[in-house]
């Protein structure tokens, strides 16, 4: 089946620590992102990758960090410059003929 | 700027009880208007594309319409498994972005 792996789902950092989320899709998507959602609120974007090895900030880049080496995998960096960074995390690839969005599971972060 | 507004944003129901969601978007050139639910902790999962202004999509009790400034969601004889939250997104001709609302919560009550 295809689709969208985030891993991990749920990541518990202590302050100061950075921590790498996971995103790998086999939809074969050129296009991927990240998001950030917090409670009740809807997606903010953090960074988008159009093709391998190019990768632009969304609205919310501070603090995070991402790599585009294969086209399957798009990881975000959460760094301990990001000063609030318990949240949601989204990772989504785009199918350019339709412009729809797949989204991953999700991975939780919680700073203790 | 690009925008997208949903309201209201949460809603109760009562089984059986059909409401509209709405969604409003400003956008330069509209690509699509993209409708997803979303469930507690998980992604969100897509539920239609509408296109162009008068275009109408159905599946089970939803309902998508579409004008040139706002878009509906219908329900129709809610379930109490339809509770979710319910994102609207616009995407522009220029690109693959797409600008998100922030979401309708629905609460159906039994």
């Given at each position: ?7 991990p ?7 100061g ?6 995103c ?14 917090d409670p ?8 988008y990758s ?22 399957e995998?798009f ?12 949240a949601f ?14 989204f991953?599971?999700?991975s ?5 | 700027?690009?925008?997208v ?9 009562q089984?059986?009880?059909s ?31 509408l296109?162009?202004a008068?275009e109408?999509?159905e599946?089970e ?35 693959n ?9 629905l609460?159906?009550?039994?």
């Amino acid at each position: 089946d295809g689709g969208i792996t985030q891993s991990p789902k749920y990541l518990f950092r202590k302050e100061g620590q950075n921590v790498t989320l996971s995103c790998e899709q086999n939809l074969n998507h050129d296009a991927m992102y990240w998001y950030r959602q917090d409670p009740g609120q809807g997606l903010r974007l953090i960074y988008y990758s159009q093709i391998v090895n190019d990768f632009q900030k969304g609205d919310i880049a501070e603090g995070y960090s991402v790599s585009r080496e294969k086209k399957e995998s798009f990881p975000l960096t959460v760094t301990s410059a990001q000063k609030n960074p318990t949240a949601f995390y989204l990772c989504a690839s785009t199918d350019t003929d339709t412009g729809e969005l797949f989204f991953g599971e999700g991975s939780r972060l919680t700073v203790l | 700027e690009d925008q997208v507004t949903q309201s209201p944003e949460a809603l109760r129901l009562q089984e059986g009880e059909s409401s509209s969601l709405n969604c409003s978007y400003t956008v330069s050139g509209l690509r699509g208007l993209f409708w997803y639910r979303q469930d507690p902790g998980k992604g969100p999962e897509f539920l239609f594309t509408l296109y162009s202004a008068g275009e109408e999509k159905e599946k089970e009790r939803l309902k998508a319409t579409l004008t040139k400034k706002e878009s509906f969601l219908h329900i129709t004889a809610p379930k109490p498994e339809d509770s979710a939250t319910y994102l609207c997104a616009a995407g522009e001709n220029a690109g693959n972005m797409l600008t998100f609302g922030g979401g309708t919560r629905l609460m159906v009550k039994p």
